[in-house]
């Protein structure tokens, strides 16, 4: 065990909370970097890895990126979080939702869990009704409303929700007519994806679906972005597949790796979102507000979606071509550029984890069972060196195979999964 693992064991619970828990990795994964720079990170003995996972999507643009580090610094300089908020928090407000085509204004938050949380009360508060619609397996945060392990939780944490299946039709229309006459919401990410299971995005029909029967109801359809907003387009990402939402939730890529959250409304919820009391002594930072204006200005004026996904089209040929050489077969779902990959029928994981630490070895982090971000910061000759690894890593899976065993950590913990 590392020094700074054992050192952590005996001071965090667990050694780390969340999925960050060292029994949901494989052995032998690093627990700590102490460098991150492009796409790029180094663990604690100094081993550099190109690094698939880009701080859980946050690092859109590639760690420390400098136009966005220089933008951070000079607010920091001028201010951060002070008694009131700067003006940069109207420039953000101003250019996300010039960014965000459904939105006339916008609120900003922390997490991801803070802006679904708000979302739902804005909801509630418009629609003066009570019951919130979602699928089990997307992961919308971890308050107790949506948190998928139920352990310290009550039963009424999840009081006045129902659950449809993302891109299941029928599923919706039952958990609407379910909902009566009480229904608020119906919350869409663009993939139901707790970490664990496919990407695969619901069809333009069923997003057409979402919109007729928020409009035959007066619930309010939010779209939560929070992971893949940024990544794919200049819009809300719900827009790639169906009519513009009512409200829409941010997170993670908004400031590069700076903590900032947001809600974009349009003028319809603008009275709900005033009546709700959303706030947070850390709300009002300066510093992620100026990085996540950098960051937008970025994504509008130069050709990221384009760059990454040009890479990402590499990576999912190369690996389709890879893996059949080594009579394996591997599941690519959802869009190139956050794809999830796992082998096919590797229900037990054992397979993603011995191919993730073949890779690690050969200088690639990438993640046993949750999706991989390519950031803006890759290039060609990375995802080459990728393929590389990935060809001398399927190689060394196939030899010892028969002698692989299933993490019992994760395993556990999808046994636990609320759905
Ligand atoms: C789709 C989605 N919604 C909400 C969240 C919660 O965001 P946060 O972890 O910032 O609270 C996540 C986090 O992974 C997410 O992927």
Same mark, same amino acid.
């Given at each position: ?27 032998? %994964?690093?627990? %700590? ?48 979080? /002070? ?33 679904? /949380? ?30 998928? &392990? ?45 970490? &664990? ?97 950098? /960051? ?7 050709? &990221? ?27 690519? /779902? ?14 037990? %994981? ?22 991989? %971000? ?22 060394? &899976? ?22």
């Amino acid at each position: 065990m590392s020094n700074l693992l054992s050192r952590a064991d005996l001071v965090l619970p667990g050694g780390m909370c969340g999925h960050l828990n060292p029994s949901f990795m494989p052995p032998g %994964f690093p627990r %700590f970097f102490n460098r991150a720079q492009g796409p790029y990170a180094w663990a604690e003995d100094g081993v550099r890895y190109i690094d698939l996972v880009a701080g859980y999507g946050t690092n859109l643009l590639g760690y420390n990126n400098p136009e966005v580090e220089a933008a951070a610094t000079q607010q920091r300089v001028a201010g951060d979080t /002070t008694s009131l908020p700067m003006a940069v928090m109207i420039e953000l407000a101003e250019s996300f939702t010039d960014f965000v085509q459904h939105a006339d204004w916008a609120m900003f938050m922390k997490t991801g869990t803070e802006a679904n /949380t708000l979302a739902c009360a804005i909801a509630r508060a418009h629609s003066g009704k009570r019951i919130i619609l979602f699928d089990k397996a997307a992961h919308l945060g971890a308050a107790p409303w949506c948190n998928p &392990v139920r352990k310290g939780l009550l039963e009424e944490d999840r009081a006045h929700q129902g659950y449809f299946d993302l891109g299941d039709i029928d599923s919706l229309r039952r958990a609407v007519a379910a909902a009566g006459d009480d229904l608020a919401a119906i919350i869409t990410p663009l993939f139901a994806n707790d970490g &664990v299971g496919s990407q695969d995005l619901p069809s333009a029909e069923f997003a057409k679906q979402v919109r007729v029967l928020c409009d035959q109801t007066g619930a309010v359809h939010i779209a939560d972005d929070i992971r893949g907003g940024l990544w794919l387009t200049r819009d809300c990402s719900w827009s790639l597949i169906g009519p513009a939402p009512d409200l829409s939730t941010w997170g993670k890529a908004l400031g590069n790796g700076y903590p900032i959250a947001g809600i974009a409304g349009c003028d319809k919820f603008r009275d709900a979102a005033r009546a709700v009391y959303g706030s947070g002594t850390y709300w009002f930072g300066a510093v992620p507000m100026a990085a996540a204006l950098q /960051t937008l200005r970025i994504v509008k004026e130069r050709h &990221v979606h384009a760059h990454i996904e040009q890479l990402g089209i590499l990576l999912r040929n190369g690996l389709t071509e890879i893996a059949a050489r080594h009579d394996f077969s591997l599941e690519q /779902t959802g869009p190139v550029q956050i794809p999830q990959i796992v082998f096919a029928e590797d229900t037990d %994981f054992r397979f993603g984890f011995a191919f993730a630490s073949e890779l690690l070895a050969r200088g690639v982090y990438f993640h046993p069972w949750h999706n991989i %971000f390519l950031s803006n910061s890759l290039h060609t000759e990375d995802i080459e060196s990728i393929l590389s690894a990935a060809d001398g890593a399927m190689e060394s &899976v196939s030899a010892r195979q028969h002698l692989l065993q299933p993490p019992t950590g994760l395993v556990e913990l999808v046994a636990n999964l609320d759905h």
